[in-house]
């Protein structure tokens, strides 16, 4: 298991990521998602003992990543951003040189190399120089350095940025199948990516953590305002009055004429959606609305992932709100925040 | 440790890079030779007491040369791990800082050590046709063997300072220049007005020390010079590089 505590990085008085906690159990892909410049690549390259922290701890399976760190890198298999390839050498060349580097035994070290190359995908390329190669195969080629000596935690920062659709379908799928020997952290932007591949997300956004949860819970924990859609043959102000009226409605936001007196309704519902429903449905009945068609909007990561990114913070304590007061006005902050990003890209 | 050490190799010998600053070093070296050997046949009547040739004199001029060379060596150790993005692989792979410094530097002298043993023929051509004092020569070649390491282990540090090998290697050249007549400047008359300030320059020089050398002193003293030099600038890189990621961003 994997647990982060406490972790914080400043860059000079600007803060990247800001106390955040989390594990990763055992077998677990774990999502970390967040808009550009949240604090993500630092976290990543902090667990992974790249960038040391100006606070808190990663302990990888026990052991500290300051404290022992050579212990703890022996089970980390990290690929970054941008991939760690030199253009100098051939794609075979250098997983020799990862493995020797990883310590992987000198006896293993060419069946090694050969099964992350054939899992990647890259034994067509093994003999061409890396500098020769396309994004994708390079992308690939430092995913397999990762992968090198099975290590038994694999950080993933964006690994499917810049392949095709079919390679990144099939990235993922290698992704999902590592599960089985692997605890995995897995980081982007791409919503529709995490919810494909992670078991539980970690949503952050300018250093804070927004929701930690199954995607499934995420979902559901936003589907407090919901929008209905309804379609009714017959009168518009008798059904608009019955569908107002009725208990769990907020209010009708839309109506559509759709022809031969069929009217579409938009309706913000409050409270819980299943009794709003069934009530609407109720009541139309009763009062000889016919309904043609029922539908509720629903929920998907993005709008979790939307709102849960712009909510604000609740600031733990009144330390934390004087810390914060320099900064008077959130386009300066949004703006350092995006500087603190060009730089670590760099 | 050892894959590092062997990657470096391997990106000097399978590229043309070892051959062809090992082939410079040695032109360079052959055009003093050439020059002074000619000078032989003409001067002889010129001075009673000039200077009989010998390859001591030649280090010392060939040591001018190591500013333009052993920068273009070692000017790509750090730099070029930081513009690839590979620093990180090495960083996180479970091989302490320290042992990627020392890698790397041995690495370099590898490299170092090549292009020394291509001027030994020069010596054997001599012996060949004339006599060569062997005791001198070799005094002069670890002269040569120390002031070339202090050399490479400044590059490096210079190297893990900046991103850009160019930039490394023209600063290289600046700093090495610098270091090479920090004796001639504090003997000037200007400097001889602040005697203090004269002799804790005169600390820095390693001509003075080389010169012991090539007239074939081994002394303690000298080797102590280049020998904590070195760990001092080795030990400089690795805080360099350890400060450069607390300081990152």
């Known amino acids: 298991m994997i647990t982060i505590e406490n972790l914080t990085k400043y860059y000079g008085s600007n803060r990247a990521v800001n106390h955040i906690s989390f594990t990763i159990n055992d077998n677990e892909i774990l999502g970390f998602l967040g808009p550009n410049g949240a604090g993500k690549s630092t976290t990543m390259n902090m667990i ?32 970054p951003e941008i991939p760690p390839v030199y253009p100098d050498m051939k794609v075979k060349e250098y997983l020799s040189f990862c493995a020797g580097l990883k310590q992987v035994p000198r006896g293993e070290r060419k069946d090694e190399i050969e099964r992350v ?4 995908k890259v034994k067509d390329v093994e003999g061409k120089l890396i500098r020769n190669l396309s994004k994708g195969y390079k992308q690939r080629a430092g995913f397999a ?113 759709e022809g031969s007196s069929i009217y579409a309704f938009t309706v913000q519902l409050e409270g819980d959606f299943d009794t709003a429903r069934d009530a609407i449905m109720a009541e139309c009945i009763k009062n000889g609305v016919s309904i043609l068609e029922i ?52 | 440790m050892f894959p590092i050490y062997k990657k470096e190799l391997q990106s000097f010998f399978y590229t043309p890079f070892a051959y062809a600053i090992a082939a410079l070093f040695l032109l360079l070296f052959a055009l003093p030779m050439a020059n002074m050997i000619s000078d032989l046949g003409k001067n002889t009547s010129v001075s009673a007491n000039m200077m ?49 410094v020392i890698a790397k530097f041995l690495a370099n002298v590898t490299v170092y050590l090549f292009m020394i043993a291509g001027t030994l023929i020069f010596p054997i051509i001599t012996a060949i046709k004339g006599e060569v004092v062997i005791s001198q020569l070799i005094c002069a070649y670890i002269g040569i063997f120390c002031w ?21 290697a023209i600063i290289g050249e600046v700093v090495m220049f610098m270091l090479l007549f920090i004796d001639d400047f504090a003997n000037s008359g200007f400097m001889s007005q602040f005697p203090k300030a004269q002799s804790v320059l005169y600390a820095f020089a390693a ?13 303690l003293s000298d080797l102590t010079f280049f020998a904590s030099a070195i760990i001092v600038l080795l030990v400089w890189t690795y805080i360099a590089i350890e400060k450069r990621r607390w300081n990152r961003g």
């Open chain 2, 52 to 100: 009989p040739f010998s390859f001591t004199e030649m280090f010392y001029s060939v040591i001018l040369y190591f500013i333009f060379l052993l920068p273009i060596l070692t000017m790509r150790t750090f730099a070029d791990e930081r513009k690839n993005g590979t620093e990180v692989l090495l960083m996180t792979s479970p091989v302490s800082v320290a042992k990627i």
């Open chain 1, 145 to 257: 350095q990762a992968l090198l000596g099975n290590p038994k935690f694999l950080i993933l920062d964006e690994p499917t940025v810049g392949l095709d659709p079919n390679q990144v379908a099939e990235v993922r799928a290698i992704i999902k199948d590592l599960k089985k020997e692997h605890s995995v952290i897995f980081s982007s932007h791409i919503l529709s990516e995490v919810s494909a591949v992670c078991d539980r997300v970690v949503i952050i956004n300018k250093g804070d953590i927004r929701a930690i949860d199954t995607i499934e819970n995420l979902e559901r924990s936003v589907s407090a305002s919901l929008t209905l859609h309804i379609k009714v043959k017959g009168d518009r102000t008798k059904a608009a009055s019955v569908i107002e009226m009725t208990k769990g409605v907020k209010e009708i936001t839309a109506i559509d004429d």
């Open chain 2, 148 to 168: 070339g390491l202090m050399y490479i282990a400044l590059g490096m540090l210079i190297s893990a300072l900046t991103e850009s090998s160019i930039l490394a």
């Open chain 1, 117 to 120: 190359m054939k899992l990647l």
């Open chain 1, 48 to 79: 992974a003992g790249y960038l040391p922290m100006s606070d808190g701890t990663v302990s990888i399976y026990g052991a500290d990543i300051t404290k022992e760190p050579l212990k703890a890198k022996k089970n980390i298999g990290y690929l």
């Open chain 1, 295 to 346: 539908y509720a909007d629903k929920p998907n990561l993005e709008s979790v992932f939307i709102e849960l990114i712009n909510r604000p913070v609740k600031k733990s304590g009144l330390e934390e709100l004087l810390e914060e007061t320099p900064d008077e006005s959130g386009e300066a902050e949004g703006e350092s925040d995006e500087n603190s990003e060009e730089k670590e890209e760099e």
């Open chain 2, 207 to 219: 001509q003075p020390r080389f010169a012991y050398f090539s007239e074939g002193f081994v002394r």
